[in-house]
């Protein structure tokens, strides 16, 4: 029998580190000072193809301990590419910003005038910065294998039995384009390594330890154990500070070097160039529609990836989107394609708000066609068996149709596209727009050690981070819940190879499963000694026996409850110690998913174009939800993301260099406060065998595509291309009379 999470009781708890966070009491990266150490500064690529042909590095010399280039240090780093060897130092540099080399020097300008004053001569190449470009045959090559992974073929089912069935055949494109995770926090790491250079220590602003002290092994040649990793605080990552990054390969290369401590520290220029954002994609959809129902849909689809992809291929660069409705087929082709740009890679639900935008638009396309409510369209057309036959674990996404449009007042508030109500100022549309989406659940390896001290503290020992998720107080949370005491007595410890064991790393929505499981069955084995300790010093049986809000109590005695402190005292226990390993794993058949239906009400300003979101309201089901202050704020925060993606965000390239134009947070337009209203959230709950499921990714994945549904409803015109600018808007709207 599996040691699972599903017991857990909901509650709310704010965030245990929230006040060290907000006080700036926190330790992020770029918090340490280590004596001796040294500033780096990377030198970039100026060019957007080409190969390094010489580096004159004689005009570096102020305050210049160390450089490292791309003629000397053939280092791989095997996570930055997934396809070719990328290397840490590239001589054939494919995006303007590629990195060729790194300077550490005794102060911040030091360092920097160093790297600019580094002179680097290329044979240059011919450049490609266009998808559809790239795609020629007589296009140039980023890579010698070409420019297209793919076509990587997906689905189920036969699509040519969908369409021989079809009475109604539609088909349509769509457009979304590329974003930047832009985490608050740019990348920063500080590495240093022991007097007999076998050991090294590197504080990273990673998203996960354990992985990027994997990666670091495996990159450096060294044993797991001679790499410790420590992150105490993260600011965000959504993706895209995942395994090990360049900058901490350079850290600790710079500091070999230098024998000296070295912190690279991005710009946040560099943050937005030099760390990967959201592929963009084109997408052809074809469906077959018989009655109301979807019998098949034909996905083709493109992506432009960079110049370097850090994805993984099973991502398909377009999945999710097949296991949202009850088709009989889904048949996709997908492609993914170099330019030479920056890099792509994971952003939160890697692959879901462009796949989502694409297939939910065209769902709300479809159901408008057929004059039907795109609720009760959803309804009739939402997946019921995996791929047509196998089981799900839990299915709930009907409920969140259900709910979701009863809580928003769908009924009141929708009324036929065209027909839309105008708001008190007359040049206002209003109108609401539904989505929906499904988002793989997984369940895997977790770790945690677990002391409880005489005094009554609970030591959790975890390798979260916590990149802004709440993953700390979740895992405290289910600590104090499975053993019985107060949240308030849990000292959580995490962060450190060292002292922490193994966790899978914030990514995939997998911590709180994972993780999770094996802090529940830790605590509930510290608890099972506290009993049984009980049993034998008051000579009773063990079920006579409770811990309950941090006290031992006996059931029908009135004499004890005692404090946990006073209880160990008495006994004469120091301290209580239980590590658990928790492996669980899928019953074979069984498919386990998160779901979601989202609900938008926009007004459409036919005067300017402008687009404003006035209401919003997110209905899930993420199993059981263990905090659910933290659950809403993951929820909150990833529509307020996808906002941005409808509504202001985008790389933008420059056409001649490939270069990104907007690499600030002034012309890159992240949502601000002014955008968003207030945003609902509302959970169903179920009770999964496995207990709670995903939920960090798949609040993004519906939300581009209900907003785009809502500016229908509001005006009539069919957005099919993200993000929604007023200009654009305009102009369809001028159109379409
Ligand atoms: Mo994530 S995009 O799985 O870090």
Not at 400 to 421: D, H, M, T, V, Y
Not at 538 to 552: I, K, P, T, W
Request: aromatic share 8%; glycine share 8%; hydrophobic share 40%.
């Amino acid at each position: 029998m599996a040691l699972v999470l599903q017991e857990v009781r909901t509650n709310s708890y704010p965030r245990i580190d929230g006040i060290d966070r907000a006080t700036g009491r926190a330790r992020y990266g770029a918090d340490w000072k280590v004596p001796d150490m040294l500033y780096a500064r990377i030198i970039q690529s100026s060019i957007p193809h080409g190969i390094v042909r010489s580096i004159d590095k004689s005009k570096a010399t102020n305050g210049i301990i160390g450089i490292i280039t791309c003629l000397e240090d053939e280092t791989v780093w095997t996570a930055g590419e997934r396809e070719h060897p990328r290397r840490v130092f590239t001589d054939h540099v494919r995006f303007v910003g590629d990195c060729i080399g790194a300077v550490a020097a005794t102060s911040r300008k030091a360092a920097q005038q160093g790297a600019e004053s580094v002179e680097v001569v290329y044979d240059e190449l011919p450049s490609v910065f266009d998808l559809d470009q790239a795609l020629k045959p007589d296009s140039p090559k980023i890579w010698d294998s070409g420019n297209v992974i793919g076509p990587l073929s997906y689905g189920f089912g036969n699509s040519a039995e969908s369409f021989s069935k079809a009475d109604l055949v539609i088909e349509r494109d769509y457009v979304t384009s590329r974003v930047h995770n832009a985490p608050l926090e740019p990348g920063v790491s500080l590495a240093w390594w022991d007097d007999n250079v076998e050991k090294l220590t590197v504080v990273a602003a990673t998203q996960g330890i354990s992985s990027c002290r994997e990666g670091l092994a495996a990159d450096l040649g060294l044993k797991l154990e001679n790499v410790r990793v420590i992150c105490l605080y993260k600011g965000g990552g959504f993706g895209n500070k995942n395994n090990s990054m360049n900058y901490d390969i350079i850290a600790a290369l710079l500091a070999r070097k230098a024998r000296r401590p070295v912190i690279v520290e991005y710009s946040r220029e560099q943050d937005f160039t030099g760390v990967h954002g959201r592929w963009s994609s084109k997408q052809h959809l074809r469906a077959a529609v018989r009655g109301t129902k979807v019998l098949g849909v034909d996905l083709k689809g493109y992506c432009d990836i960079g110049a370097y992809t850090r994805a993984i291929k099973q991502s398909k660069f377009l999945n999710g989107a097949e296991d949202y409705y009850s088709c009989d087929s889904w048949s996709a082709e997908v492609n993914g394609v170099y330019t030479n740009t920056p890099t792509t890679a994971h952003m939160r639900a890697p692959t879901g708000p462009q796949a989502c935008f694409a297939s939910e638009t065209f769902m709300d396309e479809i159901a408008n066609e057929l004059g039907v409510d795109p609720v009760e369209f959803r309804l009739k057309n939402a997946i019921a068996k995996f791929h047509g036959t196998e089981e799900f674990l839990s299915n709930s996404l009907k409920e969140c149709l259900e709910i979701g449009a009863e809580k928003f007042g769908w009924r009141k508030r929708w009324a036929n596209p065209g027909s839309s109500r105008r708001s008190n100022h007359s040049e206002k549309l209003i109108g609401v727009g539904t989505a929906m989406a499904t988002w793989h659940s997984f369940v895997g390896k977790g770790e945690a050690l677990i002391k409880l001290k005489q005094n009554g503290t609970l030591e959790v020992y975890v390798g979260v981070v916590d990149i802004g998720t709440g993953a700390k107080t979740t895992m405290a949370a289910i600590a104090a819940d499975a053993l019985g005491v107060p949240l308030e007595s849990v000292r959580l410890i995490s962060g450190d190879t060292e002292t922490c064991p193994f966790s899978i790393g914030e990514s995939g929505s997998r911590t709180t499963s994972y993780t999770g499981t094996a802090v529940r069955a830790a605590a509930l084995k510290i608890r099972e000694k506290i009993i049984s300790l009980a049993s034998d010093y008051f000579n009773l049986g063990q079920a006579e026996f409770d811990v309950r809000d941090g006290l031992v109590c006996q059931r029908h005695d009135e004499k004890i409850p005692v404090p946990l402190y006073r209880f160990l005292e008495n006994v004469g226990v120091d301290e209580l110690v239980e590590s658990q390993v928790t492996e669980p794993s899928l019953p074979v058949g069984k498919h386990r998913y998160s779901f979601a239906a989202h609900f938008a009400e926009v007004e459409v300003d036919s005067e300017t174009g402008v687009i404003k979101v006035t209401g919003y309201l997110a209905c899930h089901e993420s199993g059981q939800i263990v905090n659910r202050l933290t659950a809403e704020s993951q929820v909150q925060g990833a529509v307020v993301m996808g906002m941005g993606m409808a509504l202001s965000e985008k790389v933008l390239i420059d056409p001649n260099y490939g270069a990104m134009q907007n690499p600030s947070f002034l012309n890159y337009r992240l949502p601000n406060h002014i955008m968003i209203p207030k945003i609902e959230v509302e959970f169903v709950e179920s009770t999964d065998p496995f207990g709670p499921k995903s939920l960090g990714e798949i609040p993004i994945v519906p939300v581009p595509a209900a907003i785009g549904n809502a500016v229908f409803n509001a005006t009539g015109t069919r957005l099919r291309e993200l993000p929604f600018m007023p200009e654009r808007m305009l102009l369809l709207m001028d159109s379409s009379q």
